[in-house]
């Protein structure tokens, strides 16, 4: 418990102290993922709020954070940016919201820590209407073969201890694909980076 609280902790500041070099990288992309909003949308993982710039002033954002370590500054974040914060400190394995009442739900850099992204992304199909949308920024297991993938699975274990469950080595752009979403529009990127681990990303784009 002890060490769970001091994780909790580390990474919520952590989050915070690289807000501005996320922002530096992600800023555009995230422009363009997180655009054309309705007046509700759901966020997995909002953790001390470093998507809040990116959104719609008078959005109500249902937003599920486990962490609530992070929960004051998300709280100070939507006060700042003009988000109607309706907080939930639930795993998004299980969602306290209604099938069939969101039109978006969206993360970023997510599903690598959940404890089980295939039942976090049927959570997700349950609860958007029919024609909703999951948009998500996340990073992938490496193509085989490369030295990349070789290095996370060199790290995995200790990765996964420091980072709050992070899995360097998830394949979740197969898992999108066959959740049984309507379209699932899956890119893989790679992004300039110094942390090597997390380099090869997919931005996706999923209807119900």
Same mark, same amino acid.
């Given at each position: 418990?002890?060490?769970?609280? +001091?994780?909790?902790?580390?990474?919520?500041?952590?989050? +915070?102290?690289?807000?501005?070099?996320?922002?530096?990288?992600?800023?555009?992309?995230?422009?363009?993922?997180?655009?054309?909003?309705?007046?509700?949308?759901?966020?997995?993982?909002?953790?001390?709020?470093?998507?809040?710039?990116?959104?719609?002033?008078?959005?109500?954002?249902?937003?599920?954070?486990?962490? #609530?370590?992070?929960? $004051?500054?998300?709280?100070?974040? +939507?006060?700042?940016?003009?988000?109607?914060?309706?907080?939930?400190?639930?795993?998004?394995?299980?969602?306290?919201?209604?099938?069939?009442?969101?039109?978006?739900?969206?993360?970023?850099?997510?599903?690598?820590?959940?404890?089980?992204?295939?039942?976090?992304? +049927? #959570?997700?199909?349950?609860?958007?209407? $029919?024609?909703?949308?999951?948009?998500?920024?996340?990073?992938? #297991?490496?193509?085989?073969?490369?030295?990349?993938?070789?290095?996370?699975?060199?790290?995995?274990?200790?990765?996964?201890?420091?980072?709050?469950?992070?899995?360097?080595?998830?394949?979740?752009?197969?898992?999108?694909?066959?959740?049984?979403?309507?379209?699932?529009?899956?890119? $893989?990127?790679?992004?300039?980076?110094?942390?090597? $681990?997390?380099?090869?990303?997919?931005?996706?784009?999923?209807?119900?």
């Amino acid at each position: 418990m002890f060490w769970a609280r +001091a994780r909790g902790r580390l990474n919520a500041w952590g989050l +915070a102290a690289l807000d501005g070099y996320m922002h530096w990288k992600f800023a555009a992309l995230k422009r363009e993922l997180f655009r054309d909003l309705p007046a509700a949308a759901v966020e997995l993982g909002s953790g001390s709020g470093t998507n809040l710039r990116y959104l719609p002033r008078g959005l109500r954002l249902v937003a599920v954070e486990p962490n #609530e370590q992070a929960h $004051p500054m998300l709280r100070r974040r +939507a006060a700042k940016y003009g988000i109607e914060l309706e907080l939930h400190a639930e795993f998004a394995e299980h969602l306290a919201l209604p099938s069939d009442s969101m039109e978006y739900v969206f993360c970023s850099l997510v599903l690598c820590s959940v404890r089980d992204p295939a039942q976090v992304i +049927a #959570e997700v199909r349950r609860v958007l209407k $029919p024609g909703g949308r999951f948009v998500c920024l996340e990073h992938v #297991e490496a193509p085989a073969g490369t030295r990349t993938r070789r290095l996370q699975h060199r790290i995995r274990g200790a990765w996964h201890w420091a980072f709050d469950g992070c899995d360097v080595c998830r394949s979740t752009g197969e898992l999108l694909r066959a959740a049984g979403f309507h379209r699932a529009d899956v890119r $893989p990127i790679v992004m300039p980076t110094w942390v090597l $681990p997390i380099k090869h990303q997919i931005t996706a784009v999923c209807v119900k």
